[in-house]
């Protein structure tokens, strides 16, 4: 599968506790992104990578959470000191960077629920 | 920032009817709508886009309206068949400003279409 990929697809984890996923892109997808999305409700942003460095960054990002991706190529999302609050699937979509409006792929989502 | 209203919440269809979701944006700086499709538990996946120098694009069964005037873009599927049955978003990127390549979703409209 040359799609995008995330792991773990589900964690279950008890309030307090940090948290890491993973996305890996497309291979030689320039842009990365990262999402937000609760039950009945569209992806909200959260992020955005351009090879290794963050451009841009929402106000729903607060300061538990931060996100990596050191040599452009994977990237990770942590969440520190989680509330159950966090519970969502967090979605990593990737693209080209020819236009700003390439087409974003997205992974499966990882789906993160907070006790 | 970008706005993007969807409606309906919920539209329920019989085989072979078409069916009609519409979205409208607030920045007029938006110049790329797609349109998702997300079974559950997958993956969001592109199913049509529009760019704003066009103002209708259509690919087999699937329709894609833009109206740029009223800030408003439409999504029409023809012969709707039970594998349509979905929950389905409309997106905005803005080429300016701080919303560059990110996207803003609609909340979704979960199609059903019976058989």
């Known amino acids: 599968d040359t799609g995008v990929s995330q792991n773990p697809r589900h964690k279950i984890t008890k309030r307090g506790q940090n948290v890491t996923f993973r996305c890996d892109p497309i291979s030689e997808h320039n842009r990365l992104y990262w999402y937000r999305q609760t039950l009945g409700q569209g992806p909200e942003f959260l992020t955005y990578?351009?090879?290794?460095?963050?451009?841009?960054k929402s106000r729903l990002l607060s300061d538990r959470f931060s996100a990596e991706r050191p040599k452009g190529s994977f990237s990770t999302l942590e969440i520190q000191r989680t509330e159950q609050g966090d519970s969502a699937m967090y979605l990593c979509?990737?693209?080209?960077?020819?236009?700003?409006?390439?087409?974003?792929?997205f992974g499966p989502g990882t789906r993160l629920t907070v006790l | 920032g970008e706005n993007v209203e969807q409606h309906p919440s919920t539209l329920s269809v019989q085989e072979g009817d078409s069916a009609v979701i519409k979205c409208t944006y607030s920045?007029?700086?938006?110049?790329?709508f797609p349109w998702y499709k997300q079974e559950l538990g997958k993956r969001p996946q592109l199913i049509i886009d529009i760019r704003s120098n066009v103002g209708e694009k259509k690919d087999q069964r699937i329709a894609v309206t833009l109206n740029k005037t009223a800030k408003h873009f439409s999504l029409h599927i023809t012969e709707t068949q039970p594998e349509d049955s979905a929950v389905y978003f409309c997106a905005a990127i803005s080429a300016g400003g701080t919303s560059y390549g990110k996207l803003t979703f609609g909340q979704g409209t979960i199609l059903t279409v019976h058989p």
């Open positions: 979509a990737s693209s080209t960077d020819l236009t700003v409006t390439d087409t974003q792929y």
């Open positions: 990578f351009q090879n290794e460095a963050q451009l841009e």
């Open positions: 920045d007029s700086a938006s110049n790329y």
